[in-house]
C-alpha cells in the first residue's frame, strides 16, 4: 500500500486559506486520493478525492501533481468550524489512515 | 436520509467478557467496513463487507470476528476482552464494491471501555 506524510499540525488564520500538505511518492496508477477530516468525538467525513485531476466541491478543493506525488487540500475560506484532523488516504480497497495533520483555525 | 448508525454510542465491558456492536448502512449502500480508533490515532482498518461476504481483513485477532445479515447490516463481536480493545469502533459504508471510487460514510461510533 502507497504510505502519505502529513505535517502533524498547522495553524491557520480564520477566513483564510488553509493549504493542506500531504506527500504519496509510491502511490501506483490506480490508486485514489482521499481526504477525511475529523473533529472530535465524531466519526470522520469525507470531504474530496480525486485519481489525477484537480477537484473541487462546495467544501474543498483537491490540487494533485502532474507525477501524482504530493497533493494539496485547499479550504479556501477557514472558519473557527474547520478546526480539526485531516487525514489524507491513497487507497485502492481498503482505506487505511495515518495519523494526520491537526488544523487548528484562530480567530 | 439516515446517515450510518451504530449502536450502543458507549458501552463499558470489564475484561474477558464478550462485546457485539451494531451498524446500519446508509440505505442503498452493500458494503460495510470496521474500524477501530484509539485516542490520539488514526482509524485502524478491521474488516469489509460486501454482499455478506468478508472482502478484507486488518492485522486484528482472531478474537475479533464480524457479520453481514441480508438487509446489509452488521456486527462487530470482539471475544474476551483486554484493555487495549479499548477505542472507538467506526462503522463506514459504501456504495458499490469497487470502493476506489466511492466513498465510505461513517458513523460516529462507538466508545467501548474496557476495565
Known amino acids: 500500500d502507497a504510505k502519505t506524510t502529513q505535517p502533524p499540525s498547522m495553524d491557520c488564520a480564520e477566513g483564510r486559506a488553509a493549504n493542506l500538505p500531504c506527500n504519496h511518492s509510491t502511490i501506483s496508477g490506480n490508486e485514489y486520493v482521499y481526504w477525511y477530516r475529523q473533529i472530535h468525538s465524531q466519526g470522520p467525513q469525507y470531504i474530496i478525492h480525486g485519481l489525477k485531476n484537480n477537484e473541487t466541491n462546495e467544501m474543498a478543493s483537491l490540487i494533485i501533481t502532474e507525477d501524482r506525488k504530493s497533493s494539496t487540500l485547499i479550504l479556501p475560506h477557514a472558519t473557527l468550524r474547520d478546526t480539526a484532523v485531516y487525514y489524507c488516504i491513497v487507497r485502492i480497497l481498503d482505506m487505511r489512515f495515518g495519523a494526520g495533520t491537526r488544523l487548528t483555525v484562530k480567530p | 436520509d439516515a446517515g450510518v448508525t451504530q449502536s450502543p454510542t458507549h458501552l463499558i465491558k470489564t475484561r474477558g467478557q464478550q462485546v457485539t456492536l451494531r451498524c446500519s448502512p446508509i440505505?442503498?449502500?452493500?458494503?460495510v467496513s470496521w474500524y477501530q480508533q484509539v485516542l490520539g490515532q488514526g482509524p485502524q482498518f478491521i474488516f469489509q463487507y460486501y454482499e455478506k461476504e468478508e472482502r478484507g481483513r486488518g492485522n486484528f485477532p482472531d478474537r475479533f470476528s464480524a457479520r453481514q445479515f441480508p438487509n446489509y447490516s452488521s456486527e462487530l463481536n470482539v471475544n474476551a476482552l483486554l484493555l487495549g480493545d479499548s477505542a472507538l469502533y467506526l462503522c463506514a459504508s459504501s456504495f458499490i464494491r469497487i470502493l476506489e471510487n466511492s466513498p465510505l460514510h461513517f458513523g460516529n461510533g462507538t466508545r467501548l471501555t474496557v476495565t
Open positions: 440505505s442503498g449502500h452493500k458494503s
